[in-house]
């Protein structure tokens, strides 16, 4: 009897021993940015997200015109009020205008202007062509008013975000986000992006790899989605390491048995 106490004593002990190593999270799954950099390497950052973002039916862009007239300037700017740029500056005098399903919009005076294709840079030109027909001595200012992301699955804070400025990383992202849970899979942090033409595309970036920083993906733009996938052990209530409570309790158990 004591010999076989002993052995499923013995046993218990290699179990716990077993489930304690094996059920720890391994580092190649949690730490970001794994592979070598040597310290004078350097990236070659992507363009202003401003200049690659092509505008999209249903975005909303702020607008305002200047003007030394202080009636035309209210002309222009019917529903004058105050915003705040994604690079914190505060606007004064801007007036929503919405791209319809022809990414178009409705100015006054000048009427209608298509924006099709055009990134911001591109439909400022526009704009500014189009009031140049009919009014001179003007300051133009075109912002982006649609500048939010949503981020959904393992990290603190889900939700929509509004992007603090032009130019956002996924790790901008993440942190603003409150950063990963302890379930967040890493590897796999799916973002899913429209084109111009309501087209849904979905990219996979493995945050592990340093070569993550050179995806297209790697940059958000206005309107991304990005979903953080669980790891496969969330289903089991296990956190970063397996239970202690639950190996205790599996200890416990064994050396019952054994003694009776």
């Known amino acids: 009897m004591k010999i076989g106490t002993n052995r499923i004593s013995l046993i218990a002990a290699c179990i716990t021993l077993i489930l304690t190593i094996t059920s720890c999270i391994p580092q190649k799954h949690i730490v970001l940015v794994q592979d070598a950099i040597p310290e004078e390497s350097t990236f070659q950052t992507t363009q202003e997200i401003t200049e690659r973002y092509v505008l999209k039916p249903n975005d909303y862009l702020y607008i305002s015109v200047s003007t030394p007239n202080a009636e035309l300037s209210t002309f222009y700017n ?6 705040v740029s994604g690079t914190g500056e505060r606007l004064q005098q801007f007036y929503y205008y919405g791209l319809d399903d022809d990414c178009c919009i409705d100015f006054p005076v000048t009427g209608r202007i298509d924006l099709k294709g055009c990134n911001l840079r591109e439909a400022k030109q526009r704009i500014h062509e189009a009031i140049s027909k009919t009014l001179t001595g003007f300051t133009l200012i075109v912002r982006l008013a649609t500048n ?34 302890s379930y967040a899979k890493r590897r796999e942090v799916k973002i899913l992006r429209r084109d111009e033409n ?3 595309s979905v990219h996979v970036l493995d945050l592990t790899k340093g070569n993550s920083m050179e995806s297209d993906y790697y940059y958000i733009y206005p309107n991304d989605v990005i ?31 054994a003694q009776l």
């Not at 019917?78 to 915003?83: C, E, I, V």
């Open 198 to 200: 309501g087209l849904v």
């Open 227 to 257: 979903y953080v996938r669980p790891m496969w052990f969330k289903m089991f209530g296990f956190g970063e390491i397996f239970s202690l409570s639950l190996v205790t309790s599996l200890v416990t158990l064994y050396l019952l048995i």
């Open 148 to 181: 939010t992301f949503s981020i959904l699955g393992e990290v603190n804070k889900q939700g929509q975000h509004t992007m603090s400025r032009d130019q956002m990383t996924i790790f901008d992202a993440i942190s603003m986000a409150g950063g990963f849970t």
């Open 78 to 83: 019917p529903q004058s009020g105050q915003a």
